[in-house]
């Protein structure tokens, strides 16, 4: 089965703090995902990445960073948590199947973060 | 741009009753369509996904066919169980996004005895 775990299920921290978000999956997949998600606006693609060292912005950047040094491992960076940061985070991960734009994403189970 | 579009819930059903949870999505390419689920206090799971038109994607005894003329990817059961309590995300994934998916919104589907 494929893995996807997260550090944090839950995570309390004060504003202006950063904040790590760490994700690793154990299937060899390219592809990684971060989202946000809040109620009534589903899931929101922060940032992506296709490879080691490579990341693209997803639809929601502002106020995030990424860092993928191994293959297996994509961290979510909050460089000076806000209120408005306050969220469930999921971790996604993917392979490239051939023929494109099929490809399943598998999840973690997602770290809610409180920042205060 | 790309966006999903799913029916308000919550959606309460008794056991064992019919359940249809209405998906339509607009995409500038020929995206795959999927639903997800997630349970109380877990991540996303693929439940079920088609990749082109009239493509019935199929599992745990829902069903959903990809129709490209009303663009619509409706999901449906016949007889929901206490089990299938869950949200329900409609996601595309259009050619050219790489792997990209957009969600809607989400539907919390309650199932009671």
Redo the contacts between chains.
Sequence with gaps: DVKVTQSSRYLVKRTGEKVFLECVQDMDHENMFWYRQDPGLGLRLIYFSYDVKMKEKGDIPEGYSVSREKKERFSLILESASTNQTSMYLCASSPIEQGGGTDTQYFGPGTRLTVL | GNSVTQMEGPVTLSEEAFLTINCTYTATG???L?W?VQYP??????LL?A?KADDKGSNKGFEATYRKETTSFHLEKGSVQVSDSAVY?CAL???G?????T????TRLQVTL
């Excluded at chain 2, 206090?41 to 693929?46: A, D, K, V």
């Excluded at chain 2, 969600?103 to 989400?106: E, M, P, Q």
Aim: proline content about 4%; charged content about 15%.
């Design positions: 020929y995206p795959s999927f997800y206090g877990e991540g996303l799971q693929l996904k990749t995300f994934m259009d050619t996004t790489a792997s990209k998916l969600f809607g919104t989400g």
